[in-house]
């Protein structure tokens, strides 16, 4: 199955991805955040996945919980129950100077089943957890509307190998690398993932180009950017022919998008 035929990329163009939910506007991979992007309509959720030391898959992006909550440690050293007692969104209501404010964590499995009209774009974090994300994805009957994805190419593989349901992929660094080669020289490797997330610059090195783009098409593979925050940006993406990106601050940039689409 192509990206131009996988009903997870249906939908209004170009695709405006909330990045963690929107992290400049709502705690990021929190339920705050699904709240805010079910209440403003959006049909994607872009967000990350840990695993507790239980067992239990939840959407959260670091190793740690310094970074954004209230608590600190490994996250794979928490029991689920300890995790739902945390202040997920603490850092960010600190830094917006919000008092007394809460939110949680969210397992995969209730935003798959509390989210049930949203499309979820999944970033494994965590090394030995792709059984469990399909047995979730499987679980709750999401094959159509999930997209893996994760930048460590074994963690990939491991997902791919399991994968016999169609389950959208995104590519890892090691595919982006492969698409930039194979945009520049010939087709050296065929690609075995539905879309390209992408910066448009990695350490200095320019990604996006419209030969990128132009080659990712051919393939029937879409091409994400991240993370866009900013209107002129925006544009050059769209320009470039980009189907979507991830933002910050989704409700603007969704904005501007229809602006630029009429």
Not at 37 to 44: G, I, R, V
Not at 48 to 58: G, I, Y
Not at 122 to 145: F, H, P, T, W
Request: proline content about 3%; charged content about 25%; hydrophobic content about 35%.
């Amino acid at each position: 199955m192509t990206a131009s035929n996988h009903p997870y990329f249906e939908g209004e163009y170009p695709l405006i991805m909330p990045h963690r939910g929107g992290m400049e506007v709502v705690p990021e991979n929190t339920l705050e955040a699904l709240d805010y992007c079910d209440k403003n309509k959006f049909t994607h959720f872009e967000t990350d996945l840990r695993m507790s030391k239980d067992e239990v898959v939840f959407l959260h992006h670091d190793e740690t919980l310094e970074r954004t909550t209230d608590s600190q440690g490994r996250v794979e050293e928490y029991y689920w129950s300890d995790l739902l007692k945390v202040n997920a969104g603490q850092k960010f209501y600190d830094k917006n100077n919000i008092i007394g404010k809460r939110t949680h964590f969210v397992s995969l499995e209730d935003a798959l089943t509390k989210f049930s009209d949203m499309k979820f774009n999944l970033d494994i974090k965590q090394k030995g957890i792709s059984k469990n994300v399909l047995e979730i994805i499987m679980d709750c009957k999401a094959s159509k509307r999930t997209l893996v994805s994760s930048f460590s190419p074994k963690r990939l593989k491991q997902f791919q190998k399991l994968n016999k349901y169609n389950i959208a992929t995104s590519g890892s660094v090691k595919e982006n690398l492969q698409a930039m080669l194979n945009s520049k020289i010939i087709n050296i490797w065929d690609l075995q993932v539905e879309a390209l997330q992408v910066p448009i610059k990695w350490k200095g090195i320019r990604v996006l180009t419209k030969h990128f783009v132009k080659y990712a098409h051919s393939k029937n593979i879409e091409v994400h950017v991240w993370t866009v925050n900013n209107p002129s940006v925006l544009k050059d993406c769209f320009q470039l022919g980009c189907d979507g990106v991830m933002t910050d601050r989704p409700v603007e940039m969704r904005r501007l998008a229809r602006e630029i689409y009429g």
